[in-house]
């Protein structure tokens, strides 16, 4: 009897126009879908753990665990010295970094103290002379200094800002906040002891330096930002 049945619809098939639609829309729905999951596949993260774990940004204070803020960037333990290293003098105050919570016009009065201190700091260093540590002395401007002043400015320095110094790298093109214009008039005003502050200890957005750029080489990113402004004159 079912054989029969078979045969019949075989000779002559029955097929619905709803049934004609849905196999329609399904054969149209995987010709985009399955091209589009094989495209999306690779960027899909099942363990987004990191993506969205707490972070740290530069010059900001980290609420601990424990309820007290410390600096996002950790300095080694008091009283302690890395081998062969000698503490920077003037370490940013914790007063004055960027708090987790803080007002416009918080913010407004202590970027006032941190220009305020990072001038002090720049004007004890100059003065400084034999009472600074030796890696921090200012290196004279020679051709080699200016040679390492480059290659570290080409590697480190560029991303944000930009080849001639205008701040106009990479990061400030992906929407990031610009960073500052070396050949502004406020940085030529600047003592080259006020910029290698700002390179060891960071200023805002700008993380410190110190781990990535060896002081002698800190003096010879100055001087390689000075033959800038001489290059492109205001």
């Not at 105050?93 to 990072?118: G, M, S």
């Not at 030796?134 to 002043?149: E, L, N, S, W």
Request: net charge positive; proline share 12%; hydrophobic share 40%.
């Amino acid at each position: 009897m079912m054989c029969r049945r078979i045969r019949e619809w075989a000779s002559r098939p029955r097929i619905s126009p709803l049934a004609v639609k849905v196999f329609v829309v399904a054969i149209a729905t995987l010709t985009v879908a399955v091209p589009l999951g094989l495209i999306a596949m690779p960027y899909i993260d099942f363990f987004n753990d990191m993506a969205v774990q707490p972070k740290v940004k530069p010059q900001m204070l980290w609420v601990h665990d424990r309820g007290h803020e410390v600096p996002g960037d950790r300095y080694p333990v008091a009283g302690t010295v890395a081998q062969g290293t000698f503490d920077y003098p003037f370490p940013t105050p914790p007063e004055l970094r960027e708090p987790v919570h803080e007002t416009p016009e918080a913010r407004a009065a202590r970027i006032v103290r941190l220009d305020e201190f990072q001038a002090e700091s720049a004007a004890a260093l100059q003065a400084g002379g034999p009472d600074i540590a030796p890696p921090y002395r200012r290196v004279a401007p020679t051709m080699q200094t200016m040679k390492q002043g480059e290659k570290q400015f080409q590697s480190t320095c560029i991303v944000c800002h930009g080849e001639f110094g205008v701040g106009n790298g990479r990061v400030a093109s992906r929407g990031f906040p610009p960073p500052q214009d070396l050949l502004s008039k406020r940085v030529r005003a600047f003592p080259d002891e006020r910029i290698f502050q700002v390179i060891t200890t960071g200023r805002n957005a700008m993380p410190s330096y110190a781990t990535h750029i060896p002081p002698a080489e800190r003096w010879a990113v100055i001087h390689y930002v000075r033959a800038l402004e001489e290059a492109f004159p205001p």
